[in-house]
T-cell receptor
Framework: KAGVTQTPRYLIKTRGQQVTLSCSPI?????VSWYQQTPGQGLQFLFE???????NKGNFPGRFSGRQFSNSRSEMNVSTLELGDSALYLC??????????FGPGTRLTVL | GDSVTQMEGPVTLSEEAFLTINCTYT??????LFWYVQYPGEGLQLLLK?????DKGSNKGFEATYRKETTSFHLEKGSVQVSDSAVYFC???????????FGKGTKLSVIP
């Protein structure tokens, strides 16, 4: 079966802009989690959704937001981009057990 | 809060050598423990997991045992292959939590 799909795979933005990343989970999976991966901080949890409800949110500023649609697809948005937001953003999908299958990630570069 | 500490890398081994990557954790209650692997240019893959004390997770020749008394979940493989070259992450999920807390990762390089 198809894996977790993330689009776009690469993005280049400038400071102050906003960006929206998309994640399509494996068919039938209702839990979607988002993680930020940077060389300095490693992997950090952003948020987790289940059936369109945010169940958990990590320690990130309000510029980071997300949502999940009725078909389980999820988007995350980052407003007023900063240089430090440059990272690989990973999405994971699961049955109720969180973060089992990860997508390839979206590489965001902020200039 | 919860935290995971992994041995610093990188680790370089010859093919067929024995692998151990140490992982210790701090958490309240009874967390679930995981090992993930990330191959170059790819996302993470769940390698194995254990959900209670003394459980042994195993997959593709890799093993790890949940040791509550030492708060450890060390990853082992008896004979590594070049194809095992990747970054390995230890992680935990606290009881009743929906988020994973990851270690910093250990880069493994296996040379022929």
């Amino acid at each position: 079966k198809a894996g977790v799909t993330q689009t776009p795979r690469y993005l280049i933005k400038t400071r102050g802009q906003q960006v929206t990343l998309s994640c399509s989970p494996i068919s039938g999976h209702r839990s979607v989690s988002w993680y930020q991966q940077t060389p300095g901080q490693g992997l950090q949890f952003l948020f987790e959704y289940f059936s369109e409800t945010q169940r958990n949110k990590g320690n990130f500023p309000g510029r980071f937001s997300g949502r999940q649609f009725s078909n389980s697809r999820s988007e995350m948005n980052v407003s007023t981009l900063e240089l430090g937001d440059s990272a690989l953003y990973l999405c994971a999908s699961s049955p109720p057990d969180p973060a089992k299958y990860f997508g390839p990630g979206t590489r965001l570069t902020v200039l | 809060g919860d935290s995971v500490t992994q041995m610093e890398g990188p680790v370089t081994l010859s093919e067929e050598a024995f692998l151990t990557i140490n992982c210790t954790y701090t958490a309240t209650g009874y967390p679930s423990l995981f090992w993930y692997v990330q191959y170059p240019g790819e996302g993470l893959q769940l390698l194995l997991k254990a959900t209670k004390a003394d459980d042994k997770g195993s997959n593709k020749g890799f093993e790890a045992t949940y040791r509550k008394e030492t708060t450890s979940f060390h990853l082992e493989k008896g004979s590594v292959q070049v194809s095992d070259s990747a970054v390995y992450f230890c992680a935990l999920r606290g009881a009743g939590s929906y988020q994973l807390t990851f270690g910093k990762g250990t880069k493994l390089s296996v040379i022929p």
